[in-house]
């Protein structure tokens, strides 16, 4: 409890912070929420009409929901350059802060960028698909927002791994390798004749808040989360931040 207190004040010091900044972040992310859920939605309507974006929905989806659980601040976007992240956890070492107080104050942002984005991508996604209301009515598309959800969160687990081990440069190109996987999947799930856009859409659509795809992916979302958050911190203690 002592640990998510700290982290609860470290969330609200960045609240506090600076202003401009918190609102350069929520505009980012209501127009890049905005572009991915238009992008989406292109392409999905034509999964759901039986046209050629099968492929295309998977591999969308399977790469662009991890990044609902990211907040699009300086941090984030001048990690590369800067190794914004190796230097955050070197002021925290210095302050000093314990890692399980820094690994649960990103695992906080990380649930309010889920609650914030969740909300713009699904609603605008959902706001600008006629197909999408029509085959996902009401608490379906709760169902299916939060299946996603549920695999944002697996996806969560291994990136704030990646972000809290290895410098920017090595984060570029492990992000860079796990979008081309994304790809890979969604071309075997394609070789298989199988899709899991529409496979989702088909569970959401007939058992609602009682879907079992839904209900596993969170608690695979949330395992994957706890026990990449016990390794990390394992890792963190030897890791040389200079």
């Known amino acids: 409890m002592t640990i998510f207190r700290d982290a609860w004040v470290l969330v609200r ?3 506090r912070g600076d202003k401009l900044n918190i609102v350069r972040a929520l505009l980012f992310s209501i127009i890049f929420m905005g572009y991915m859920a238009a992008m989406t939605v292109m392409v999905t309507e034509d999964a759901l009409s039986g046209s050629d974006g099968r492929l295309m929905s998977d591999f969308l989806l399977i790469s662009m929901i991890p990044m609902l659980g990211f907040t699009f ?3 984030t976007m001048k990690y590369l350059s800067e190794d914004s992240y190796t230097r955050m956890l070197a002021y925290m070492r210095s302050l000093p802060v314990p890692a399980a107080v820094i690994l649960c104050k990103r695992k906080l942002d990380a649930m309010f960028s889920f609650c914030l984005n969740g909300v713009l991508f ?3 996604m959902y706001a600008i698909s006629d197909d ?6 009401g608490t379906s598309y709760v169902a299916f927002a939060f299946t996603w959800i549920g695999y944002g969160l697996m ?4 990136y704030i791994f990646v972000e809290f081990l290895v ?3 090595a984060y570029f190109w492990i992000t860079l390798a796990l979008m081309t996987s994304s790809f890979g999947v969604a071309l075997l799930i394609q070789w ?3 899709n899991l856009f529409l496979y989702s859409v088909s569970c959401s659509k007939e058992w609602g808040l009682l879907s079992p795809l839904m209900w596993g992916t969170l608690l695979l979302g949330t395992v994957s989360v706890q026990l990449f958050s016990k390794l990390t911190i394992h890792r963190l203690k030897s890791r ?3």
């Open 73 to 75: 601040s300086r941090r």
């Open 122 to 124: 699904f609603g605008l």
């Open 132 to 137: 999408i209301r029509s085959q996902l009515p």
């Open 240 to 242: 040389d931040l200079v």
């Open 192 to 194: 298989a004749d199988g």
């Open 155 to 158: 996806m969560t687990g291994i």
């Open 167 to 169: 410098s920017g440069k």
């Open 13 to 15: 010091a960045d609240f």
